[in-house]
T-cell receptor, first 112, second 113 residues
Framework: QKEVEQDPGPLSVPEGAIVSLNCTYS??????FMWYRQYSRKGPELLMY????GNKEDGRFTAQVDKSSKYISLFIRDSQPSDSATYLC????????????FGQGTRLTINP | NAGVTQTPKFRILKIGQSMTLQCAQD?????MYWYRQDPGMGLKLIYY???????DKGEVPNGYNVSRSTTEDFPLRLELAAPSQTSVYFC????????????FGQGTRLTVV
């Protein structure tokens, strides 16, 4: 079983739609949860970061963590063509650990 | 502010050849990382460094070597290139050890034929 599972998509939605991206993980010891956005032929960039169960909002983006189900989500409201990218979830064991475990990434296209 | 700079951007190697992927950061970050990204597989940690002179293995270190003689530079060496090393390589750096502030370079696309 992979440590982090993410539906690779691709996912294509019309502009303005609400997008839901999801990951599941197997190790309940994981404590830190991140979402990266990666544009084509670019390096990943950190989008959001949380370490507790519940929701965290940043503008049109909401990160949700459910530790009891080992499930994390990223919601994008009022999606824009500029949101078209690959979204990677990443999970870390604890603050001192150097190992970041990435999901496979979901390729998202927002159609104007 | 250049951030994390990787060179070269693209490279084709023949099986058995060697090369060094260069990574430099100008943010005075202590922590630096090398990842590889294969299609549909996410990123996997190859090596990391917590400061000049200190390196350690990540998840997939076989076939690679690193050194960290300065804070700024963290080169990745491939000895005896194999087709399985065809991938996109990303270097990253961070100020904090938990990587939440990690900055990634643009990547090096390597093909081994």
């Amino acid at each position: 079983q992979k440590e982090v599972e993410q539906d690779p998509g691709p996912l294509s939605v019309p502009e303005g739609a609400i997008v839901s991206l999801n990951c599941t993980y197997s190790n309940s010891a994981f404590q830190y949860f991140m979402w990266y956005r990666q544009y084509s032929r670019k390096g990943p960039e950190l989008l959001m970061y949380t370490y507790s169960s519940g929701n965290k909002e940043d503008g049109r983006f909401t990160a949700q963590v459910d530790k009891s189900s080992k499930y994390i989500s990223l919601f994008i409201r009022d999606s824009q063509p500029s949101d078209s990218a690959t979204y990677l979830c990443a999970i870390q064991l604890d603050q001192g650990a150097q190992k970041l475990v990435f999901g496979q990434g979901t390729r998202l296209t927002i159609n104007p | 502010n250049a951030g994390v700079t990787q060179t070269p951007k693209f490279r084709i190697l023949k099986i058995g050849q060697s090369m060094t992927l260069q990574c430099a950061q100008d943010m005075n970050h202590n922590y630096m990382y090398w990842y590889r990204q294969d299609p549909g597989m996410g990123l996997k940690l190859i090596y990391y460094s917590v400061g000049a002179g200190i390196t350690d293995k990540g998840e997939v270190p076989n076939g690679y070597n690193v050194s960290r003689s300065t804070t700024e530079d963290f080169p990745l060496r491939l000895e005896l290139a194999a087709p399985s090393q065809t991938s996109v390589y990303f270097c990253a750096s961070s100020y904090k050890p938990d990587s939440t502030e990690a900055f990634f370079g643009q990547g090096t696309r390597l093909t081994v034929v």
